[in-house]
């Protein structure tokens, strides 16, 4: 069970002051609505997302399908009555929001020519990755400028990032339970927008998760 924790910037009130909102996962049902259900006034999804590692980690009643806004294959991880709440857990998984679909819409499987960002088994190791600012761009969510993503298989799926110099920190709860890995907060880089206290750890922790996912695969 992992914890993701945010610390999010209160809007307009007396204290002005931040507050903390956690998500803890994995999740039987994501959101405050039924997919689909009346009431639902957006979604969150994960674009090219890995359907099979994002309701095991996530959302166990996520579903694949198609973006109206944009028709890119897309995983909705939950819908929500309020935008707000949206935000806050798109910001959480590393998810973009926009209008809902209903699992009537489910595609069974991403084209095969969905762009991905993470790395597929027969290009690297299958536990690790090499990641860098340059491709990731905006998502990149560290200040050092490149490093690598392995998965410790050894501590279950705990998600590390690997500095060039060799240091290990932990970037999900699953590492950070484990106690063998440094504190990312030194090297989590600020986010400038406002009201975002840090760049989201999600593209890193699917990166991470996919690469578990592998690994279990070939065992």
């Given at each position: 069970?992992?914890?993701?924790?945010?610390?999010?910037?209160?809007?307009?009130?007396?204290?002005?002051?931040?507050?903390?909102?956690?998500?803890?996962?994995?999740?039987?049902?994501?959101?405050?609505?039924?997919?689909?259900?009346?009431?639902?006034?957006?979604?969150?999804?994960?674009?090219?997302?890995?359907?099979?590692?994002?309701?095991?980690?996530?959302?166990?009643?996520?579903?694949?399908?198609?973006?109206?806004?944009?028709?890119?294959?897309?995983?909705?991880?939950?819908?929500?009555?309020?935008?707000?709440?949206?935000?806050?857990?798109?910001?959480?998984?590393?998810?973009?929001?926009?209008?809902?679909?209903?699992?009537?819409?489910?595609?069974?499987?991403?084209?095969p020519t969905q762009p991905s960002?993470?790395?597929?088994?027969?290009?690297?190791?299958?536990?690790?990755?090499?990641?860098?600012?340059?491709?990731?761009?905006?998502k990149y969510p560290f200040t050092?400028?490149?490093?690598t993503v392995r998965c410790a298989?050894?501590?279950?799926?705990?998600?590390?990032?690997?500095?060039?110099?060799?240091?290990?920190?932990?970037?999900?709860?699953?590492?950070?339970?484990?106690?063998?890995?440094?504190?990312?907060?030194?090297?989590?880089?600020?986010?400038?927008?406002?009201?975002?206290?840090?760049?989201?750890?999600?593209?890193?922790?699917?990166?991470?998760?996919?690469?578990?996912?592998?690994?279990?695969?070939?065992?």
């Open positions: 069970m992992s914890t993701i924790l945010l610390a999010l910037v209160a809007g307009c009130t007396s204290f002005n002051r931040p507050s903390d909102v956690a998500f803890k996962f994995p999740q039987a049902s994501c959101g405050d609505r039924e997919a689909g259900a009346e009431g639902s006034e957006v979604a969150v999804f994960i674009d090219y997302g890995d359907l099979a590692v994002l309701r095991r980690y996530y959302c166990a009643d996520a579903f694949s399908t198609t973006r109206t806004e944009t028709g890119k294959y897309t995983v909705q991880l939950a819908s929500f009555s309020e935008r707000q709440k949206a935000l806050e857990f798109a910001k959480a998984v590393g998810g973009e929001i926009g209008r809902p679909r209903s699992p009537g819409d489910t595609l069974t499987s991403p084209p960002a993470i790395a597929t088994a027969s290009e690297v190791p299958a536990t690790s990755r090499a990641i860098s600012e340059a491709e990731l761009g905006e050092v400028p490149e490093g298989t050894e501590y279950g799926a705990a998600v590390v990032f690997v500095t060039p110099d060799g240091t290990e920190y932990g970037v999900n709860g699953t590492a950070d339970a484990s106690k063998q890995f440094k504190d990312i907060h030194p090297i989590w880089k600020d986010d400038p927008r406002p009201g975002y206290a840090k760049v989201s750890l999600g593209s890193v922790i699917h990166m991470g998760l996919d690469l578990c996912k592998n690994a279990r695969e070939q065992q």
